[in-house]
T-cell receptor, first 119, second 114 residues
């Protein structure tokens, strides 16, 4: 298993440009999410999905769009990048505890991260 | 809303010293999960432990131990006989909704000097 993969690892954008951060997992996890990491603030939830076709907003959703057309993929789109979106982005996946039978152990698997700089 | 506070932003110790990283959380739920993650200089997030709110037993794993106290809403992490390889940023996190969405503390940067 490759686990959770993210591409690209590094990206530099100019203000106003758009791009998509890719995230994929091969563990058949229902739950996927995107976090951003900023110095001193830990990781903050941007968007999450509890299954294909279902997405919802997290703590800091503004400026980002997501979709979940398959169980495996959960791309994060920046429609018009701003310097405030300079950050490290992590994708994560896990089984849902609503799954039946419920998993006894719910570890979040994180991808390696994407470092994004917006100039 | 839930909140996780890691008051220590940076800790510096000399190798072989014991060190405790503090974590205080706030939640209105009676069912919740607490986590610790390690982020080494390479940047990836490494899962260390998960605890649910019904399990207050302390846990020991090698040089690592965790003290969960519901009475003080704390979930502290102790490294015994620290090593240089322990140098990293450590995050405490809380999850209310079925153990999926995580609220992270700001992290504690631990520097272990030889």
């Amino acid at each position: 298993n490759a686990g959770v993969t993210q591409t690209p690892k590094f990206q530099v954008l100019k203000t106003g440009q758009s791009m998509t951060l890719q995230c994929a997992q091969d563990m058949n996890h229902e739950y996927m999410s995107w976090y951003r990491q900023d110095p001193g603030m830990g990781l903050r939830l941007i968007h999450y999905s509890v299954g294909a076709g279902i997405t919802d907003q997290g703590e800091v959703p503004n400026g980002y769009n997501v979709s979940r057309s398959t169980t495996e993929d959960f791309p994060l789109r920046l429609l018009s990048a701003a310097p405030s979106q300079t950050s490290v982005y992590f994708c994560a996946s896990s089984y849902s505890l609503f799954k039946r039978p419920a998993p006894s152990y719910n570890e979040q698997f994180f991808g390696p991260g994407t470092r994004l700089t917006v100039l | 809303a839930q909140k996780v506070t890691q008051a220590q932003t940076e800790i510096s110790v000399v190798e072989k010293e014991d060190v405790t990283l503090d974590c205080v959380y706030e939640t209105r739920d009676t069912t919740y999960y607490l986590f610790w993650y390690k982020q080494p200089p390479s940047g990836e997030l490494v899962f260390l432990i998960r605890r649910n709110s019904f399990d207050e037993q302390n846990e020991i794993s090698g040089r690592y131990s965790w003290n969960f106290q519901k009475s003080t809403s704390s979930f502290n992490f102790t490294i015994t006989a620290s090593q240089v390889v322990d140098s990293a940023v450590y995050f405490c996190a809380l999850s209310e909704r079925a153990g999926n969405m995580l609220t992270f503390g700001g992290g504690t940067r631990l520097m272990v000097k030889p």
